[in-house]
Nanobody, 111 residues
Framework: QVQLVESGGGLVQPGGSLRLSCAAT????????MGWYRQAPGKQREFVAV???????NYADSVKGRFTISRDNARTAVYLEMNSLKPEDTAVYYC?????WGQGTQVTVSS
């Protein structure tokens, strides 16, 4: 079973940037669609971005133009570059690969 380990969360001021990383423990990860969801306090988990094994990308409307997803199949990792962060981006961010999920990493946008 694929295991996923996230990193890169933290506290940032509005307008700032963060880069999240998610590393998989199995090389078969490269055949899976990879993506990110997030869950804010008191809200349901919501879709953020996805990238297929063939490189097709989709974003939630709320992050289009600000977030960039990418993957490195050789290193079995997926990344989320987040720019122009807003307080409403505050959430725990989870990566996934196929049906496997990471443990989550906290992103807090606050002045």
């Amino acid at each position: 079973q694929v295991q996923l380990v996230e990193s890169g969360g933290g506290l940032v001021q509005p307008g700032g940037s963060l880069r999240l990383s998610c590393a998989a423990t199995k090389s078969t990860f490269s055949t899976y669609a990879m993506g990110w969801y997030r869950q804010a306090p008191g809200k349901q988990r919501e879709f953020v971005a996805v990238i297929t094994s063939g490189g097709i990308i989709n974003y939630a409307d709320s992050v289009k133009g600000r977030f960039t997803i990418s993957r490195d199949n050789a290193r079995t990792a997926v990344y989320l570059e987040m720019n122009s962060l807003k307080p409403e981006d505050t959430a725990v961010y989870y990566c996934y690969a196929g049906t496997a999920w990471g443990q989550g990493t906290q992103v807090t946008v606050s002045s």
